[in-house]
């Protein structure tokens, strides 16, 4: 069920939706409540509150759970979906007043206490009856569980509207759609809420209508609908013209159009409406001939011939066949020799046209039955919604409108009743004293229409079925004889002189609940009697259209019986709906008129008092505050105020009431403002009920507060709460893992050791399965050393690493020396790639003079030459290196450039050449085997004078004497010398320079005078050393 599967959520925030709003709305816009009302007893109070909200569009305001409703004649925008999916499920008083609530809430009771309901809709013409019944039915059709079977259902009930709206609704001065029937509808609904069937009762259509209309009012919609909208092939087809005027019948009123009431397209609605009803096409078609035929029987005229009796006077309908039959009774009323006058022509007439749609009118209402009823047998609950013609009082008030009256007359006492029953019953239930409370009963005035021999409609019964000559006036000579003397009962006669002058010869005027009211006696014998001549019904029966038959059955009663009159029928159906109505819970929407001149926004005071006081407002409310202002459940009760007591807040452990008992005396409720009933809490004034709702409305944002706070904590809590969870989830997940790993490691590794160890073992073995990965291992290993150790040039013969046993089988001695093949080869590639074609030239020249003879050669092999030292090359010197050279005699060191010119080499000091020695007469040049950087230059000398041979040192040893090589184009004579060197400090005088190995370099003048040279013991190495260092000598060419 649609009210269960509403969230606990969703209905807390409507409850604080409305409390906020139903608070503060009491002071902006009224009381929603009348019973809040101070002033309860005071008319204007209630004047001022209905008025208040109507100008804020509050059309809506309840008296307890009776609904007063008034009419805004405009949208409004509260009949939306959305509006009804806020109203559903909710209790009545959490939400401002709305038709859908007391929509929602008869259904949820209906199905919670699985009983009967009904809803009386009442109000003057034009206060809105029909259009809540509508808003209701549309509401359930919305709200109520839906499939497909369920849908079929409803949208039969909701089109059953327009289509009795059509044939039944009509434009009066009252109201552009009133309703000329009176609708009760039963809306069955299975124990699931699922609305599965319908039924509909009609009373009493004003069919008087379709002959005759006051000025400013229509006959009933159909006949304009089809007039209008009918298909041209329709029309063709029923002999109907599109124009109004051509009927008299929709004429009389002079108002065939109506700017509210668009024709055509309710035609088409109404067509839609038929077929979804499911129709059949054969009975739509009899019915518009029904409605044709009426509209062709209005102009239907008769002239008198010359006897003085009636014959027809338009030919044209002498051949139609619906038609034929008027003429037959004419000739019949001639064979039997009582022809009609004119008059009576005409009377019989309209009694026929009349009958004719009274009568189809019934049988729509049946088969509109036929298509709502539900077939299944199991147990239904009912809805009903009774939407009757409201009190009228026109400037004449004929037999339909004292009918119409009776009824409401009826419908108010029934109100009385049961508002008075209720009450009383809910005080009795709950164990409260009753208070009664005086009000009007109409009673008085429902004995004087209907009470048996005396009453209204007894004396018209026997005045219409009395023999002899009885008239509308012996009519009313005879209500004056009966009621003569009546409180409620006037006639001209009868009257006081003041009031005679307001009344005419032929009236009675009735005082009613809801006003005074002017009945005019013309017709009512007439209309009562409902006469169709016998021989019309007769000829009616042999229609060939089907429902004009089905109409008027062949086993009727004959008229030797006269039928009940029309009086007797409508009191007899009222007595019938009580009943319905007595066996159902009621509920209430009592509809009201702000204005008569259908204005939207005009507040008429005068208008809406007198409604307030016929419609028993007062009454109502004095009855609902008789006793207590304000009752609700305990739980309820609790459940909103109990944040206020400290005790009850926020649950209370025992009972509903003892925690409301509990609350209220806290509250510092007095024992005379308050009565505990067995389920409810009875507040007597609004004033102690308001107090606690301002208390409640401080305390609230305390709360609020305090909520909040806790909210928050409780969040942040959760979220720490969850943070520490995943942390530890983690941190376990994390160091499982990490224990597993390490245990598969430690496995692992047994393994391998165990392996390793064995392999240790059998390593002397043949390759086996036991060896084979230490053995692996080695190779490795050794592969792994001996790629970190490689030798680093060619000339390196003795760092190859020596291989483990293993490595020196055969197969694999021969792999290593394959290896190291390649990588000789490679050092050669790599150290031919790197020197340009000149270069390698003069080092060819080096390597030819000092390789294998000089031992710091090879360090020399990775450094190249450069052009000079000194200066530019293209610039005059050929070859200039800076030198340090040692004095001949006390071996002085001194810094010295060293030139080569074409011709000569020049020591030069800062520009200054010290010395100039031809290359002719340079005999040689020495050097030793070690590793220092010596070169004595061996000079010619002739002159004592002349300077001796050279003693220099040079960091560019071999580069520079491969230059003087070159430039010298000497290429022989350096010599390499083991030992000392002897060089000629002048002629004829010697000296000498001894070269030794030693931990450190040392250049020291020794004690036999000689230059003792003392160089490092070199090993000897690539001339690349590393990577970087080829990487920088590609570069540098
Ligand atoms: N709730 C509403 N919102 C907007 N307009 C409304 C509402 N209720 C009634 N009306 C307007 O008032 C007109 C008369 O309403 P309605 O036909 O329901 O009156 P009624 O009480 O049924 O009268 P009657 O007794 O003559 O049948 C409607 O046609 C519509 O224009
Ligand atoms: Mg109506």
Redesign the pocket.
Known sequence: MYMFSKSLEERCNRILRDMEGSLTARDRVGIQDFVLLDAYTSESAVLDNLRKRFNENL?YTYIGTLLV?V??????GI?TKKQMDIYMGVNFFELPPH?YALADNVYRTMLTETNNHFILIS??????????SK?ILQFYAVSCPSTKLLDNVRDRLLLSNPVLEAFG?AK?L??????RFGKYMDIQFDHMGGAVGGHILSYLLEKSRVVHQNHGERSFHIFYQLVEGGEEDLLRWLGLERNCQRYSYLVQGECAKVS?VNDKSDWKTVRKALSVIEFSESNIESLFAIIASVLHLGNVTFVADSQGYATLNNKNYRSTLPFQTLWKIEARSEEVLSPFTVDQAVYAKDALAKAIYGRTFTWLVNELNESLANKDSSRKTVIGLL?I??F?VFSVNSFEQFCINYCNEKLQQLFIQLTLKSEQEEYEMEGIEWESVPYFNNKIICDLVEEKFKGIISVLDEECLRPGEATDMTFLEKLEEKMGGHAHFVTHKLADQKTRKTLERGDFRLLHYAGEVTYSVVGFLDKNNDLLYRNIKEVMRQSKNAIVKHCFPSTEPDSKKRPETVATQFKSSLVGLTEILMSKEPWYVR?MKPNEG?QPGLFDDVLVRHQVKYLGLMEHLRVRRAGFAYRRRYEIFLQRYKPLCPDTWPNWKGTAAEGVECLVKHLGYKPDEYKMGRTKIFIRHPRTLFATEDAFEVCKHELATRIQAKYKGYRVKGDYMRQRQAATKIETCWRGMKARREREKRAWAVKVIKRFIKGFMTRNQPACVDNTDYLAFVRQNYLTRLKENLPKTVVDKNTWLTPPPIMQEVSRSRELTLLEYFLTDHLIYLYCVCLPHVQLQIKGLTSSIFKGTKENYPHSVGIPFVDTRISKPHTFPQYSVPVVKYDRNGFRPRFRQLIYTGSAAYLVEEAKIKQRVEFNNLKGVSVSTLSDNFLILHVQCEDIKQKGDLVLQCDYLFEALTKLCLVANKHNFIKVVQGSVKFDIQPGREGFVDFKSGQETMIYRAKNGHLMVVSMKLKTVWPFNSQNEQIHFLNYY
């Open positions: 059309i409703s009419n805004p004649y405009k949208e409004l009949y038709i109000g003057e013409s034009g206060a809105g009856k029909t259009e809540a808003k609704n009066t009252k109201n552009d759609n009133s309703s509210s939407d013609y409201g009228e509809c259908k």
